[in-house]
């Protein structure tokens, strides 16, 4: 989608309005006076008072110019800013113009006292406004939607706006994962991290809910999901966990059981996972354990486990010798992906999350790989019409795959293609010098060599995957260690069996082949490890 552009007289409510759409979109949000403000490093009411209004409306259209180049933002524009029809022109050509209005006296009701309305400052009479809105009236009314705001909420203008934009699709998509009595939804939008409440009350859970999060997402987004539990008439409890990898054990494990006894949480409540794949691995477990097992959602907040470890049941903990040796399949009621969460994940996590995408593609879907490839720099910009989609095909593909194999059995392990050498990266440096999503990229570099040195693909399709992780900022050669230590790594895989470790390799682009290899030496000499 384009940008959206909110015109109207001050007083209108474009601000208000536009960080809440701009939130409910998924859209960056831009406030032009603001953008004005920072450019000249004055306030409006300094450039009005010392520079005039023609020198002013001038820096307006030049900073108009440059802020709507992009797509994907909602932008509150000042009250005179559609004067110029050359700024009507580029509005329109870059969006969608919604004018807000209002009553006179809404107007003089609003402004009452701000002394920064310098068009306003000397004369705020109700003739001083109406005079102006007469003047200004053709201007408006060159928008493509007008809205009046009187007497309405700001969460009720932007419903409207949606409605009329959109077509009222916020939520952008439901993947069904059909697993019989264990079913279960994946809501997938933008903004609705506000509708959590609901989502549990549909799903008629009952009691306390107990959200488990960690100290660098619980800061950023707890309070937006107490009142949405509270708002539902559930009584929630934080449980803060440290963040990290290296922090997936049995003692942070306990500290969840300490924090659900505290609680006095019976099996009438329910967990609730507010976190990237550590969290909601660990939250997970604790619910198949506490007291036998009780519900629990996942709201992922990275887009590592967006698009994998939120989806599919598994849970657990690592232990020193090996990623994942301890947990359960144990599947969630639901799981609510709000995207515009990613907004606030830094760029190194994001990029990982990045890499378990490719999986999908490069291993069961061809035109989604391709997709990624023509779109890596919509994706890298955090473009959310290009992300919602990598997001929804990537949690359909796995959904499909955890419906024919729930426990791993056979299929599922396909899921696991640059997991093998990727896990032995983790074990191998204690867990701290690379994130999942980084160590699984490295993993998928060498799992094509080997699947070439078996046959299952060219020296192309190798070459693609490399490039594509490359153009995401990943990182592709292994660290280095003797071959006994990787050797011993991978014997510790949930993978190996009497016949040996159980290897995926990429069937070309877009497809796979199982491989059994019980020379685990000989497959790290193909990666270059030796001793």
């Known amino acids: 989608m384009k940008n959206i552009i909110l015109t109207g007289f001050m007083g209108c409510g474009k601000t208000s ?3 809440v759409l701009a939130t409910r979109l998924g859209f960056r949000y831009l406030d032009l006076d603001e953008a004005i403000v920072q450019e000249a490093g004055v306030t409006i009411k300094e450039i009005f008072a010392n520079q005039g209004e023609p020198a002013f409306r001038e820096l307006e259209s030049r900073v108009l110019g440059r802020v709507v180049a992009g797509n994907g933002l909602v932008v509150s524009t000042g009250g005179g800013a559609v004067l110029s029809s050359a700024n009507r022109t580029l509005m329109r050509a870059s969006g969608t113009i919604v004018n807000l209005t209002a009553s006179v006296e809404t107007i003089a009701a609003r402004v009452s006292g701000d002394s920064e ?3 306003l400052q000397n004369d705020p009479s109700l003739e001083r406004i109406r005079t102006m809105l007469e003047a200004r009236e053709g201007c408006y009314a060159d928008a493509d939607l007008r809205i009046a705001t009187d007497a309405k909420s700001i969460e009720a203008v932007a419903d409207e706006i949606i409605r009329s934009v959109t077509g009222g699709n916020v939520r952008t998509d439901t993947v069904r994962v059909a697993l019989g009595e264990r079913s279960y939804d994946i809501s997938l939008g933008a903004g609705n991290l506000d509708t959590l409440g609901r989502v549990c009350r549909e799903l008629e859970l009952s009691g306390s809910a107990a959200v488990v999060s960690n100290t660098t997402v619980a800061p950023l987004y707890y309070d937006r999901v107490r009142a949405a539990l509270e708002q539902a008439g559930f009584r929630s409890v934080l449980i803060e966990l440290p963040d990290g990898e290296q922090h997936k054990n049995s003692t942070t494990l306990n500290l969840i059981f300490d924090g659900l006894v505290d609680a006095a949480l019976d099996r009438g ?3 609730v996972a507010l976190g990237g794949g550590v969290i909601g691995d660990m939250a997970g477990y604790a619910a198949a354990s506490y007291l036998r097992g009780i519900p629990f959602i996942q709201v992922p907040t990275t887009l590592l486990s967006q698009v994998d470890s939120s989806v599919g049941g598994k849970t657990g903990i690592n232990h020193p010798k090996g990623k994942n040796l301890i947990g359960a399949f144990y599947q969630p009621r639901a799981v609510l992906i709000d995207v515009t969460t990613l907004d606030s994940l830094p760029q190194r996590e994001f990029l990982c999350g990045l890499g378990e995408i490719i999986k999908y593609g490069a291993v069961l879907d061809a035109d989604f790989f391709s997709f990624l ?3 890596a720099e919509r994706l890298l910009a955090r473009d959310k019409e290009a992300l919602i989609h990598a997001v929804g095909r990537s949690c359909a593909i ?8 729930e426990r791993e059995g056979g299929v599922r392990a396909v899921l696991n293609y640059g997991h093998t050498l990727g896990h032995a990266v983790e074990t191998l440096t204690g867990y701290s010098q690379f994130l999942h999503g980084e160590a699984v990229a490295i993993g998928m570099v060498q799992a094509a060599r080997i699947s ?7 020296q192309a399709d190798c070459e693609r995957i490399e490039a594509l992780l490359a153009r995401f900022g990943l990182p592709r050669e292994l660290p280095c260690f003797p071959a006994a230590a990787y050797a011993e790594a991978l014997s510790h895989d949930k993978k190996v069996r009497d016949k040996g470790l159980l290897f995926i390799c990429n069937q070309g682009i877009g497809a796979y082949h199982m491989e059994r290899v019980k020379d ?3 497959l790290l000499e193909i990666c270059g490890i030796g001793e």
């Open 117 to 119: 309305r310098p068009l």
């Open 269 to 271: 409540s329910f967990i």
């Open 398 to 405: 796995k959904a499909r795959v955890v419906e024919s194999d």
């Open 452 to 458: 070439k040195a078996f046959g299952t693909c060219s």
């Open 373 to 375: 490839e023509d779109n």
């Open 520 to 522: 685990l030496n000989a």
């Open 17 to 19: 309005v536009g960080r």
